[in-house]
C-alpha cells in the first residue's frame, strides 16, 4: 500500500502533489493527470532514449524507497506523461529488453 505524507498524494500508480493557496486551499499542480513508468537498473541508455523520442515522455527522476538490503530512499530514473502513453512505452520497453534478452540487440555505439 503506498503511503501518504505532507507532500505528495500516491493516487494508484498516479503521482501528484499537492500545494496550498494563501488562504490555505490545498490546490493539485500541473502533475495530475501524469504517470511515472520506473526505469530499472540495466535498461540500456539507447533504448530510453529510444521511449523518449517516440512516446514524447519527460525524463524526470523522483525519490523513492528502494529495498535492496534494507529501505533506503534513492533517487530513480522515470519517464513521465499520460496514462496510454505511459502503459504503451512499457510494453515497448518490456519486448525491447525480451529481444535484447535473447541476443538481439546490437548497441549504435559498438562497430563490429
Given at each position: 500500500?503506498?503511503?501518504?505524507?505532507?507532500?505528495?498524494?500516491y493516487?494508484?500508480?498516479?503521482?501528484?502533489?499537492?500545494?496550498?493557496?494563501?488562504?490555505?486551499?490545498?490546490?493539485?499542480?500541473?502533475?495530475?493527470?501524469?504517470?511515472?513508468?520506473?526505469?530499472?537498473?540495466?535498461?540500456?541508455?539507447?533504448?530510453?532514449?529510444?521511449?523518449?523520442?517516440e512516446?514524447?515522455?519527460?525524463?524526470?527522476?523522483?525519490?523513492?524507497?528502494?529495498?535492496?538490503?534494507?529501505?533506503?530512499?534513492?533517487?530513480?530514473?522515470?519517464?513521465?506523461?499520460?496514462?496510454?502513453?505511459?502503459?504503451?512505452?512499457?510494453?515497448?520497453?518490456?519486448?525491447?529488453?525480451?529481444?535484447?534478452?535473447?541476443?538481439?540487440?546490437?548497441?549504435?555505439?559498438?562497430?563490429?
Open positions: 500500500m503506498k503511503k501518504k505524507d505532507e507532500e505528495n498524494v493516487i494508484g500508480d498516479e503521482f501528484t502533489e499537492e500545494e496550498e493557496d494563501l488562504k490555505g486551499n490545498q490546490e493539485v499542480n500541473e502533475l495530475e493527470g501524469l504517470y511515472d513508468l520506473m526505469i530499472p537498473p540495466g535498461v540500456p541508455e539507447s533504448l530510453i532514449v529510444e521511449l523518449v523520442e512516446f514524447d515522455l519527460e525524463p524526470v527522476t523522483r525519490l523513492t524507497n528502494v529495498e535492496i538490503i534494507e529501505v533506503d530512499q534513492r533517487e530513480i530514473l522515470v519517464l513521465r506523461g499520460d496514462l496510454e502513453t505511459v502503459n504503451e512505452a512499457h510494453d515497448y520497453m518490456v519486448k525491447r529488453m525480451r529481444e535484447i534478452s535473447d541476443g538481439g540487440f546490437k548497441s549504435p555505439w559498438v562497430d563490429d
